[in-house]
């Protein structure tokens, strides 16, 4: 179902946390917010959730305005940074709760609540309780429990932050290959740019309640509309005063035509190989290469080289490969 | 080192043994020294079986009531913030603060025949002092933060990610209120009534001032024990005593097993 929202504005205590938003969730999308701390994320979720009332502005379900609506009555699946599990209930209660509400038979009940379980693959743990699970293990909890009610929309906070990387990681390509089984609208908020990039759809990028630049994640990595979004999204270096991100730059040997730079330092990082040169007091220049550009060219620090901007075409082929082939 | 941490083992036993143990050890023996058959004769009294009749009839109401209010006013602090609530938060405190004598002088103020209040119940023909509402009142009073003290912190702890989890869910306020809110709070409410139940029990000296401490009508068991006391009726005195020193072991027995489980709830949610 698509989500809307129109104007939204909300203060705490004399503070601006969202700044008159507006953005349309596409049916089946996966967006992304993403921004650092402070920006106003969590907040916007909230509001479309109908946890917090707005200032000012309208939030729309499928066309239907539900600015007024209750949280109860809206239909939408949320989960907390901390899972939020109801913690004198076992599992199984816990994902049968919002059945319950609906006063789904009990047999019903039953049968609906092993499904879901399944789903997250917690079958076994039915019966314990939420503080003998692992946080992987409550946060697949707090999924299904808010997918029990067949939400229209899914609403997810900070869903990975509190777990370690690697579950982490497992986590994130699981619940976005859920979402695409489901095919449910989902909002995800995140400040993690590496999370957002991987599943999402769409990002939005905000910035001190405001919506910085939304599109999708390939677009708007290659084309940022502020110096914000290019700085958030990844790391940016400077050559002849121009922003670029360092592996759109490359070396070449001081027989091309052109400025050369001395290399300064070359840090070597598994597969990817940061080369950061410069000239005399001047800014340093970051250029980024594979392992296999660094083993051919092998820069060592004293040495100079040509820096030039690759081609366009590699340039665009090497900021989102996995994007390009999932879409 | 260990000399020494030995001596300060032997004073802290000595210390304890010397304030409590010792005194009520006395009551014991003093309420047993006449045997059993006197004991029987003394646990009939008259005036002490009214007083006992009293004092459960105003925990009945009292404690109740207490937890009505501590845990209404704990979710109006926590979950509904204001200036009104966060000077509430700290008025409330003030029976603990202030002598049960001075709670009962201004109880007396208020709801004496011609006091603030008490003229306008007089006018209706109900008269408040000197009779069971008045130890009511005095007994909410001096236990009013009792409850709130222990729900608060635990309220704010739990914080309110669970209750929007259910609205989200379908819940209404009730169903959230009784099936998320009340059980995270249950232990800590229950020991708030037996901190309640122990204070309204004990409670002497604003309901000594408030109810007139008429014998037979008014007399809680506090009262009825100081009365014999003053009356050099002593052994009548400690049967009493002992009484209120059974329903203290009671009461400690409840509330070690409630705090227990309350740490546990606590740190187990946190594996």
């Known amino acids: 179902?698509?989500?809307?929202?129109?104007?939204?504005?909300?203060?705490?205590?004399?503070?601006?946390?969202?700044?008159?938003?507006?953005?349309?969730?596409?049916?089946?999308?996966?967006?992304?917010?993403?921004?650092?701390?402070?920006?106003?994320?969590?907040t916007l979720l909230k509001i479309i959730a109908g946890l917090i009332p707005l200032d000012s502005g309208r939030v729309s379900l499928a066309g239907k305005d539900v600015t007024n609506t209750p949280a109860r009555d809206r239909h939408i699946g949320f989960c907390f940074q901390d899972y939020a599990p109801f913690r004198h209930l076992s599992l199984r209660e816990n994902v049968a709760y919002g059945l319950k509400v609906q006063h789904v038979a009990r047999a019903q009940r039953r049968e609906q609540v092993d499904e879901l379980l399944r789903l997250v693959r917690l079958e076994?743990?039915?019966?314990?309780?939420?503080?003998?699970?692992?946080?992987g293990q409550r946060q697949r909890m707090a999924l299904a429990r808010a997918l029990a009610i067949k939400p229209d929309v899914l609403l997810l906070d900070e869903p990975f932050a509190a777990l370690d990387a690697q579950v982490r990681a497992e986590l994130r390509s699981w619940v976005h290959s859920l979402q695409q089984e489901l095919g449910i609208t989902t909002i995800l908020v995140t400040h993690d740019q590496v999370e957002a990039m991987e599943i999402a759809d769409r990002l939005v990028i905000l910035n001190a309640g405001k919506i910085e630049q939304a599109g999708r994640p390939s677009f708007v990595y290659d084309h940022p509309a502020t110096e914000f979004v290019a700085s958030f999204l990844g790391p940016i270096t400077s050559l002849g005063g121009i922003s670029y991100?360092?592996?759109?730059?490359?070396?070449?040997?001081?027989?091309e035509p052109g400025e050369t730079l001395e290399v300064r330092e070359v840090v070597r990082l598994g597969f990817e190989v940061r080369v950061i040169l410069g000239e005399g007091e001047g800014p340093t220049t970051w250029v980024q290469l594979t392992h296999d550009q660094a083993k051919h060219l092998n820069p060592r620090v004293g040495e100079r080289f040509g820096v030039r901007v690759r081609s366009l075409k590699s340039s665009s082929s090497q900021s989102s490969p996995t994007r390009e082939s999932t879409r | 080192m260990?000399?020494?941490?030995?001596?300060?083992?032997?004073?802290?036993?000595?210390?304890?043994?010397?304030l409590l143990a010792l005194p009520l050890g006395f009551v014991f023996q003093q309420a047993f020294s006449h045997g059993w058959v006197q004991l029987w004769a003394a646990l009939h009294d008259h005036a002490m079986d009214l007083a006992i009749v009293l004092t459960a009839k105003v925990a009945i109401l009292a404690v109740p009531l207490n937890v009505l209010f501590g845990v209404g006013v704990s979710l109006w602090i926590v979950r509904r913030p204001s200036r009104v609530s966060r000077v509430l938060d700290v008025v409330i405190d003030v029976p603990l603060a202030l002598s049960p004598i001075i709670v009962g002088l201004v109880l007396e103020l208020a709801y004496a025949q011609n006091g603030w209040f008490g003229s306008?119940?007089?006018?209706?023909?109900?008269?408040?002092?000197?009779?069971?509402?008045?130890?009511?009142?005095?007994s909410v009073f001096v236990s009013l933060p009792l409850v709130s003290r222990q729900v608060i912190p635990?309220?704010?702890?739990?914080?309110?990610?669970?209750?929007?989890?259910a609205a989200t869910l379908g819940a209404k306020p009730t169903r959230i209120f009784f099936t998320i809110t009340m059980r995270s709070i249950a232990w800590a409410a229950a020991y708030g009534v037996t901190l309640t139940l122990a204070r309204v029990i004990g409670e002497y000296g604003a309901v000594l001032i408030v109810s007139g401490n008429i014998a037979l009508i008014t007399q809680t068991l506090t009262l009825n024990i100081g009365a014999n006391f003053d009356n050099f009726n002593s052994y009548q005195g400690f049967v009493g005593a002992l009484l209120l020193a059974l329903v203290s072991v009671l009461v400690l027995t409840v509330i070690g097993v409630s705090r227990h489980r309350l740490e546990r709830k606590r740190h187990g949610s946190f594996v």
Do not use: C, W
């Not at chain 1, 929202?5 to 967006?31: A, C, H, M, P, W």
């Not at chain 1, 076994?124 to 946080?135: D, V």
């Not at chain 2, 260990?2 to 010397?18: D, F, M, P």
């Open chain 1, 1 to 42: 179902m698509a989500v809307s929202y129109n104007g939204v504005t909300k203060s705490f205590r004399g503070r601006l946390v969202l700044d008159g938003i507006s953005d349309v969730v596409n049916e089946g999308e996966l967006t992304a917010l993403l921004g650092p701390s402070g920006s106003g994320k969590s």
């Open chain 1, 124 to 135: 076994e743990f039915a019966e314990q309780y939420p503080h003998q699970l692992s946080g």
């Open chain 1, 245 to 255: 991100r360092p592996h759109e730059l490359e070396l070449v040997s001081t027989n």
């Open chain 2, 2 to 18: 260990r000399r020494s941490s030995l001596v300060l083992r032997v004073l802290v036993v000595a210390y304890v043994g010397a």
């Open chain 2, 120 to 138: 306008a119940f007089a006018a209706m023909g109900l008269r408040v002092m000197f009779s069971y509402p008045a130890i009511v009142l005095a």
């Open chain 2, 154 to 165: 635990l309220l704010r702890e739990v914080g309110d990610h669970q209750e929007q989890t």
